[in-house]
């Protein structure tokens, strides 16, 4: 069974610019959650979608935002981009609420 | 947020040593997780726990879920190179359908 994969693993943006994450899940996994991780901060949780609806968002400005389509895959995009949202972006997914929960390997944002 | 206290901060040890790190919370949660991150990469799942008391194995590595469902500790015994990596605790948050994640304890093997 394949794994979490995220797409794409290393980007680099200018500060202004925006960006689209995408995330496909461990398959008849209908529940995608999305992290933030910093050095300084640690993994922060964004938003969690189930059969395409947010379930739950975290602590972060509206110009974080995602969405889940019919198959699961879900993508995350971050608009007006600051130097402070360089960070490893992480997608998990499970099959029932409050069980295990797969990370994909990250995208590593950086904004220069 | 939910604070989940994770010690020690970091740990050196010599290879072939047994390691033990815990996490406590002020709260009350029904799952704990363990898991295990390289550099750049995402976590690993190494052990899930649902049942207060429980104690789950996983190769070298075990780990308990307190009876008072407010901590778990996790062991590795004879420790390898390849343990080396940061290790976080993470519990699941029902009224907030949300994971939260301990702040990781960095394993360093010295072979």
């Known amino acids: 069974k394949a794994g979490v994969t995220q797409t794409p693993r290393y980007l680099i943006k200018t500060r202004g610019q925006q960006v689209t994450l995408s995330c496909s899940p461990i398959?008849?996994?209908?529940?995608v959650s999305w992290y933030q991780q910093t050095p300084g901060q640690g993994l922060q949780f964004l938003f969690e979608?189930?059969?395409?609806?947010?379930?739950n968002k975290g602590n972060f400005p509206g110009r974080f935002s995602g969405r889940q389509f019919s198959n699961s895959r879900s993508e995350m995009n971050v608009s007006t981009l600051e130097l402070g949202d360089s960070a490893l972006y992480l997608c998990?997914?499970?099959?029932?609420?409050?069980?295990?929960?797969?990370f994909g390997q990250g995208t590593r944002l950086t904004v220069v | 947020g939910q604070q989940l206290n994770q010690s020690p901060q970091s740990m050196f040890i010599q290879e072939g040593e047994d390691v033990s790190m815990n996490c406590t919370s002020s709260s009350i949660f029904n799952t704990w997780l363990w898991y295990k991150q390289d550099p750049g990469e995402g976590p690993v799942l190494l052990i899930a726990?649902?049942?207060?008391?429980e104690l789950t194995s996983n190769g070298r590595l075990t780990a308990q879920f307190g009876i008072t469902r407010k901590d778990s500790f996790l062991n590795i015994s004879a420790s390898i190179p390849s343990d080396v990596g940061i290790y976080f605790c993470a519990v699941f948050w029902d009224t907030g359908n949300q994971f939260y994640f301990g702040t990781g304890t960095s394993l360093t093997v010295i072979p």
């Open positions: 398959s008849g996994h209908r529940s």
């Open positions: 979608y189930f059969s395409e609806t947010q379930r």
């Open positions: 726990l649902y049942k207060a008391g």
């Open positions: 998990a997914s499970s099959q029932y609420r409050g069980r295990e929960a797969f």
